[in-house]
Nanobody, 117 residues
Framework: QVQLVESGGGLVQAGGSLRLSCATT????????MGWFRQAPGKWRELVAV???????NVTDSVKGRFIVSGDIAKNTVDLQMNNIKPEDTGIYYC???????????WGQGTQVTVSS
């Protein structure tokens, strides 16, 4: 069973920066895409950023110009650099990946990001 393991997150003041990282427990497992979702209190989980093969990445409009997604699909890693963080970025951030062969969704356990104003 492959697991996604997140690191980073924590408490940060508005305008600050944080970096989230995600890696897998099985390096031989392959994914077609990896990315980050977040869930704010009382809200649905939403897609924040995704990367596909070749390191091509994209972020949702609400974080464009502030967040940068990077990683290497071949190495099963994805990072999220969060700059100029806003209070509305507060939430639990989940690493997500889609298996290349089984097409399943895999989720990390989530890491809390709290932004103080």
């Amino acid at each position: 069973q492959v697991q996604l393991v997140e690191s980073g997150g924590g408490l940060v003041q508005a305008g600050g920066s944080l970096r989230l990282s995600c890696a897998t427990t099985r390096s031989t497992f392959s994914f077609t895409e990896m990315g980050w979702f977040r869930q704010a209190p009382g809200k649905w989980r939403e897609l924040v950023a995704v990367i596909i093969g070749g390191g091509i990445g994209n972020v949702t409009d609400s974080v464009k110009g502030r967040f940068i997604v990077s990683g290497d699909i071949a190495k099963n890693t994805v990072d999220l650099q969060m700059n100029n963080i806003k209070p509305e970025d507060t939430g639990i951030y989940y690493c997500h990946a889609i298996g290349r062969l089984d097409k399943r969704s895999y989720w990390g356990q989530g890491t809390q990001v709290t932004v103080s104003s």
